[in-house]
């Protein structure tokens, strides 16, 4: 089992940053790949970037390319997600999420074993 807990969420004006945190308690950390993900609502939760295990190759949505960067700290058991030049379109829930794997990065939540709780983006123009 591994338990997450994510911190950083808050109201931003547009153009600003946020950083996310995610915490991970449980099973070995460097064991696991990690994602965040977003749902605004009404909508179906969506990729926005995710770390493989050992931090050296990520990948992101289109969507936040050049804007955010998912770094992780395996000492601290801990995955970041740095959002600059935030638009109103980034208001939403971030979940980060965590799997057990290989080399491979999953997209797609259903890829995904565990999950945080969520924390509140929300961007005003």
């Known amino acids: 089992q591994v338990q997450l807990v994510e911190f950083g969420g808050g109201l931003v004006q547009a153009g600003g940053s946020l950083r996310l945190s995610c915490a991970a308690s449980?099973?070995?950390?460097?064991?696991?790949?990690m994602g965040w993900f977003h749902q605004a609502p009404g909508k179906e939760r969506e990729f926005v970037a995710a770390?493989?295990?050992?931090?050296?190759?990520?990948v992101y949505a289109d969507s936040v390319k050049g804007r955010f960067t998912i770094a992780r700290d395996n000492a601290k058991n801990t995955v970041y997600l740095q959002m600059n030049s935030l638009n109103p379109e980034d208001t939403a829930v971030y979940y980060c999420?965590?799997?057990?794997?290989?080399?491979?990065?999953?997209?797609?939540?259903?890829?995904?074993?565990?999950w945080g709780q969520g924390t509140q983006v929300t961007v005003s123009s």
């Open positions: 449980g099973r070995i950390f460097s064991s696991y790949a």
């Open positions: 770390i493989n295990r050992s931090g050296g190759s990520s």
């Open positions: 999420a965590a799997v057990a794997a290989r080399n491979a990065i999953p997209t797609r939540p259903d890829e995904y074993d565990y």
